[in-house]
């Protein structure tokens, strides 16, 4: 099973500023089959970025992925106050599938 | 418009069984991928397990904690899908949401149910 792991587990920053978001996988992932997600509190998640770097339908562009093998980051370009929430890593490249445990964005 | 709607949760007392239901519209449920994903209360992701489509094969996968527990299962003819849990735990507590990817046949969560919560306690 592949284990994902996120860096930080928790960020604070001020809204306009950038968020650097980290996920290392124990293994290589399968076709970079890695997406972020965003929830929000007693939200569904909802899915920002596919095949690492693909975004999502109505995702803004302020999102992004990059990232292959082991090593994969979310960048958020300029934080909205909307964007303070926890985002996850999934793997879905190798079965089982795995989510990450997660990366809080809190307004500092 | 993709829908999808989970039915079934509530209480059960450890040991029990429950079957979830996720009834999907809006879309050919039959050609598609679908997932489990469950939340325990104040945690993270947790993906259960998937099915893949009878075109397919039709064959599942399950996380390591639900393995040989749980059972994924699809009526087509319904646009249903299942997911029969037994041998509850209190562990198994969570929001079990249903998932469809981005693509049919993606490993991705892209569109999700409401969710129906599941507690396990005597």
């Known amino acids: 099973e592949i284990v994902l792991t996120q860096s930080p587990g928790t960020l604070s920053l001020s809204p306009g500023e950038r968020a650097t978001l980290s996920c290392r996988a124990s293994?290589?992932?399968?076709?970079?089959?890695l997406a972020w997600y965003q929830q929000k509190p007693g939200q569904a998640p909802r899915l920002l970025i596919y095949?690492?770097?693909s975004r999502a339908p109505g995702i803004p562009d302020r999102f992004s992925g990059s990232g292959s093998g082991t090593d994969f980051t979310l960048t958020i370009s300029r934080l909205e106050p909307e964007d303070f929430a926890v985002y996850y890593c999934?793997?879905?490249?190798?079965?089982?599938?795995?989510f990450g445990p997660g990366t809080t964005v809190d307004i500092k | 418009e993709v829908q999808l709607v989970e039915s079934g949760g509530g209480l059960v007392k450890p040991g029990g069984s429950l079957r979830l239901s996720c009834t999907a519209s809006?879309?050919?449920?039959?050609?598609?991928?679908m997932s489990w994903v469950r939340q325990a209360p104040g945690k993270g992701l947790e993906w259960v397990g998937r099915?893949?489509?009878?075109?397919?094969?039709?064959?599942?996968d399950y996380a390591a904690p639900v393995k040989g527990r749980f059972t994924i299962s699809r009526d087509d003819s319904q646009n249903t899908l299942y997911l029969q849990m037994n041998s509850l735990k209190a562990e198994d507590t969570a929001v079990y949401y249903c998932?469809?990817?981005?693509?049919?046949?993606?490993?991705?969560?892209?569109?999700w149910g409401q969710g129906t919560l599941v507690t396990v306690s005597s």
């Open positions: 998932t469809r990817g981005y693509y049919s046949m993606s490993g991705n969560c892209y569109y």
């Open positions: 809006g879309f050919t449920s039959s050609y598609a991928w």
């Open positions: 099915i893949k489509s009878k075109s397919d094969g039709g064959t599942t």
């Open positions: 293994q290589s992932v399968s076709s970079n089959y």
């Open positions: 095949d690492a770097s």
């Open positions: 999934q793997q879905y490249g190798n079965s089982p599938f795995t």
